[in-house]
């Protein structure tokens, strides 16, 4: 695995010493090679990006200042957007997705930080069956998890119901329930992604150097006191990257609640991107739809920044990099 | 003597408290995939039965065949391999073209591109859902492969994967095939691809899986049940109000275990196509 993620920083780009003499054939670039070939190789990206990237985020701008009404566009100006702020439907998605973004990035990471430490230990048997074993919920894909989960979960008599009615509990409303529908959902992200962080920070911690740690324990540090002040400053570009990524994805939430409570019960799990779906391809109203868009790239630009500067302020040496 | 004894007594203890740990919720990460393949194997009015079944039952290839018969989950499963397949196949080729370019030349107007390409990494990309739409029908593409392979083609992760791993490989390779007459295509096939191998599989499994589980887009672009890839099939079995659980657990099996396959023998591969670049500052 680590093959691939440390080629880049193990063999640093070397320029060449010695200049290629100058060829035969003439308009090359400083490099040996005609001026065109990196336009060539770029080419196929290059019209892609246009057509299929640039294009669609410049339409989706215009399409939110429109609005469309029996097929005629007509320019509303940001009338969209101001909808948008009035819209209590709006507000209570964005509500659904922060709980569930509070509650679950949180919860998941930690537990990822738990696993990665106990997979980097001496102390653990068969480490590779468990790495694999915590693993491979991430190789299921959304919608098929989601089914799953939805038939796990079943409220009556699903088979999670009859584990802890065998204990006594229960049982629970878990999808048609406003709390346990975000609880089921929290729930089944957590086992589809934890491994997948947990594998991210092992990464990082074998690239921790062990004499930090024997120089902690020389000096009398409890295995507490190392955990703290040796194993979570080395995982500080790990973390900053995980809550990063799992913030922009809580918030573009959508296959999860589409399969499992279709964004209910009484849209207690309506996400942001379950109700930009519904405006745009429900209702077929694309100016809000793209207004929605828009406002949640903001959100998510906001948030990144701040998530970012935190973690950057507390690590002043991760600048050196 | 007693004292090192005493040590490695409680190191034994430790390890078997955290080793039962792990275990414990090792088992809580598979228990679901068990249940799967449990669940395929009863017909629908068994599946939620009391006390719950724990072994295989007989009803699988009934369950298999009334899937494959009374819904288009075959037709399903062959749009989504070939979608997946050819997506992977071009992708690649369009990716590491642009992480060569990107990796290996200077030129001008560079600094913008790849910057273009780490905006796009960040920007979510359900803002292009409408827009991707209103062009798939306006080219006549709803409902056709290249509605699902072509827009995200050029993926912003898979050219800055080769780029980062492409810069490993040394000039002096390039030049040197240069000066013995090679053409510029010649390098990059011949001297570049080779070396990089281990990420171009990486990349081919991240973009193979992509297409795979994709869900929100293709459900906004394939109209009809016969161009529906797995996701948007299961989805739209669970949709429909008399669902059939045994044929909807075998489905959900089915677009499973394919991946599970190639998951246990390519395990490296995968976790380094599924983390790629991310431990990488």
Request: proline letters at 7%; glycine letters at 8%.
């Amino acid at each position: 695995m680590n093959s691939v993620l440390e080629t880049p920083l193990a063999a640093p780009s070397t320029r060449p010493s010695d200049p290629t003499p100058p060829r035969r054939r003439r308009r090359r670039a400083t490099g040996g090679h005609p001026r065109i070939t990196p336009y060539l190789f770029l080419a196929p990206t290059i019209l892609l990006f246009l057509a299929f990237k640039l294009y669609p985020y410049l339409s989706a701008f215009w399409t939110s200042l429109t609005s469309n009404i029996g097929g005629a566009i007509t320019f509303v100006g940001a009338d969209n957007y101001l909808r948008l702020l009035r819209d209590p439907l709006f507000y209570t998605a964005l509500g659904n997705t922060g709980i569930i973004l509070i509650v679950q990035v949180p919860l998941m990471l930690g537990l990822a930080v738990v696993l990665a430490v106990a997979f980097n230990s001496l102390l653990l048997k068969a480490r590779a069956f468990f790495r694999m074993a915590y693993f491979v919920p991430i190789v299921m894909g959304l919608v098929a998890y989601g089914i799953l989960f939805g038939a796990l979960f079943n409220s009556g008599p699903g088979f999670v119901n009859q584990v802890l009615g065998s204990v006594g509990i229960g049982p629970i409303p878990w999808l048609i329930d406003p709390f346990w529908a975000k609880i089921s959902i929290v729930i089944a992200m957590t086992w589809h992604y934890t491994g997948q962080s947990a594998i991210i920070y092992l990464a990082q911690l074998q690239s921790i150097p062990g004499e930090l740690y024997e120089a902690a324990q020389v000096d009398g540090a409890s295995a507490w006191q190392r955990f703290w002040n040796v194993t979570i400053p080395g995982l500080r570009p790990a973390l900053l990257l995980t809550v990063i990524l799992s913030t922009i994805g809580t918030l573009q939430l959508f296959d999860e609640p589409y399969v499992l409570t279709n964004g209910g019960p009484d849209n207690a799990t309506l996400t942001v991107g379950m109700y930009l779906y519904q405006n745009g391809f429900r209702y077929f109203d694309f100016g809000y739809a793209s207004a929605i868009g828009y406002a949640l790239t903001l959100i998510i630009a906001v948030i990144s920044l701040i998530q970012f500067r935190l973690f950057r302020e507390k690590s002043p040496k991760e600048k050196k990099r | 003597m007693t004292d090192a004894l005493i040590g490695v007594r409680a190191r034994r203890t430790k390890s078997l408290v955290l080793t039962t740990a792990i275990a414990a919720g090792a088992v809580l990460m598979l228990l679901p995939f068990y249940w799967l393949i449990i669940a395929s194997t009863y017909p629908s009015s068994e599946i939620f039965a009391s006390p719950p079944n724990l072994l295989p039952g007989p009803a699988f290839f009934d369950n298999l065949g009334g899937l494959l018969t009374d819904t288009l989950f075959g037709r399903a499963m062959a749009n989504s391999v070939l979608v997946a397949s050819i997506y992977t196949i071009l992708g690649l080729v369009v990716c590491t073209a642009a992480g060569y370019a990107f990796a290996k030349f200077e030129f001008w107007g560079k600094n913008v591109m790849f910057a273009a390409v780490l905006v796009t990494l960040a920007l979510p990309s359900q803002v292009t859902l409408v827009p991707l739409f209103q062009i798939m029908v306006a080219l006549g593409w709803l409902d056709t492969y290249q509605a699902l392979i072509l827009p995200s083609l050029a993926l912003p992760f898979g050219i800055f994967l080769m780029r980062q791993t492409m810069q490993a490989v040394p000039d002096e390779l390039l030049q040197a095939a240069r000066v013995d007459g090679a053409g510029e295509f010649r390098v990059f096939s011949r001297i570049v691809l080779p070396t990089v191998r281990p990420a171009l599989a990486a990349l081919a499994i991240f973009l193979f899986l992509a297409q795979w589980n994709e869900f929100v887009y293709p459900l906004v672009v394939l109209r009809t049940p016969e161009s529906f890839t797995i996701p948007v099939s299961l989805a739209s079995l669970q949709g429909i109000g008399t669902t059939d659980y045994g044929q909807l657990m075998t489905g959900t099996l089915l677009s499973v275990l394919p991946i599970l396959v190639l998951f246990l023998f390519l395990q490296r591969h995968f976790v380094a196509g599924i983390l790629a670049g991310a431990v990488k500052q």
